[in-house]
C-alpha cells in the first residue's frame, strides 16, 4: 500500500509540477507502476501474502465468535 500511495504522490506532484517534481521523469512513476503491479500479481501470491492475511482475518473473526459466545454463557 505504501508503494501506491508514492505513486500516486509522485503523479500528483510532478502533474501539479510542484518544485522539484517538475523535471522529474514519467519513466520513474511507470517504472514504480510496473513494480507495483509485479509485485501485487505475482511476487505477494508467491509468498503467500495474499492468504495469510486472509487467514488472519478468519482467525481474528473465529476468535471474536468464541470470546462472544463464551461471555453470554457466565
Given at each position: 500500500?505504501?508503494?501506491?500511495?508514492?505513486i500516486?504522490?509522485?503523479a500528483?506532484?510532478?502533474?501539479f509540477?510542484?518544485?522539484?517534481?517538475?523535471?522529474?521523469?514519467?519513466?520513474?512513476?511507470?517504472?514504480?507502476?510496473?513494480?507495483?503491479?509485479?509485485?501485487?500479481?505475482?511476487?505477494?501470491?508467491?509468498?503467500?501474502?495474499?492468504?495469510?492475511?486472509?487467514?488472519?482475518?478468519?482467525?481474528?473473526?473465529?476468535?471474536?465468535?468464541?470470546?462472544?459466545?463464551?461471555?453470554?454463557?457466565?
Amino acid at each position: 500500500m505504501p508503494l501506491i500511495l508514492l505513486i500516486a504522490l509522485l503523479a500528483a506532484l510532478r502533474g501539479f509540477e510542484v518544485w522539484r517534481f517538475a523535471d522529474l521523469s514519467w519513466w520513474y512513476i511507470i517504472g514504480l507502476m510496473v513494480v507495483a503491479f509485479i509485485w501485487f500479481e505475482y511476487i505477494e501470491k508467491a509468498l503467500g501474502l495474499d492468504k495469510r492475511k486472509a487467514h488472519d482475518v478468519d482467525e481474528q473473526r473465529r476468535s471474536d465468535r468464541v470470546k462472544k459466545s463464551l461471555g453470554k454463557r457466565r
